[in-house]
T-cell receptor
């Protein structure tokens, strides 16, 4: 079956670094996405990885290991506005997104 | 990034009425659009995949006669909730698939909050 696992909730301190892990099992693989969703709003696109390695975009970086079925989202210099849910989604062979349940990130001052 | 709009952003209706939600890709053509619903504190649940010019593909457990999807053009898909009931109250989100910088990705509309009384 197809499955995405990510932690339910994480807490971090403003200014610190946090890493949100995601493991996936899909029928075929066409990339791994990370989305940010603030409460009451639709998700917004953060990153896309299809090749192994680290992609850096400002304070956010995303890593992928296809052989391990593993990805992580790294957030640096945390700000209070980064408090949100972070959704991991893998695209299968039919180009459908398989969603994780999301990781609620709580930032404390 | 690409822009997807949804209308209305929120709607309150009486039980038994029908509600239509529009999803538009504003600056690109989308052959495929997706409809999701999300209950509070839960993840997105895919309802159906909408392909321009053909019938939508519904996920298991989603009633196609209750949630009517029409993808009339490359920039517009509509979801009609027919004979709405209080249990249909939810956050409905559409997304449109496109290729950006040779990457297939999905861009989401802002969502429509439906409350059925």
């Amino acid at each position: 079956g197809q499955n995405i696992d990510q932690p339910t909730e994480m807490t971090a301190t403003e200014g610190a670094i946090v890493q949100i892990n995601c493991t996936y099992q899909t029928s075929g693989f066409n990339g791994l996405f990370w989305y940010q969703q603030h409460a009451g709003e639709a998700p917004t696109f953060l990153s896309y990885n299809v090749l192994d390695g680290l992609e850096e975009k400002g304070r956010f970086s995303s890593f992928l290991s296809r052989s391990k079925g593993y990805s992580y989202l790294l957030l640096k210099e945390l700000q209070m506005k980064d408090s949100a849910s972070y959704l991991c989604a893998a695209m299968d062979s039919n180009y459908q997104l398989i969603w994780g349940a999301g990781t609620k990130l709580i930032i404390k001052p | 990034g690409a822009v997807v709009s949804q209308h209305p952003s929120w709607v309150i209706c009486k039980s038994g009425t029908s509600v239509k939600i529009e999803c538009r890709s504003l600056d690109f053509q989308a052959t495929t659009m997706f409809w999701y619903r999300q209950f509070p504190k839960q993840s997105l649940m895919l309802m159906a995949t909408s392909n321009e010019g053909s019938k939508a593909t519904y996920e298991q457990g989603v009633e196609k006669d209750k949630f009517l999807i029409n993808h009339a053009s490359l920039t517009l898909s509509t979801l009609t909730v027919t004979s709405a009931h209080p249990e249909d109250s939810s956050f409905y989100i559409c997304s449109a698939r496109t290729s950006w910088q040779d990457q297939e990705t999905q861009y989401f509309g802002p969502g429509t909050r439906l409350l059925v009384l």
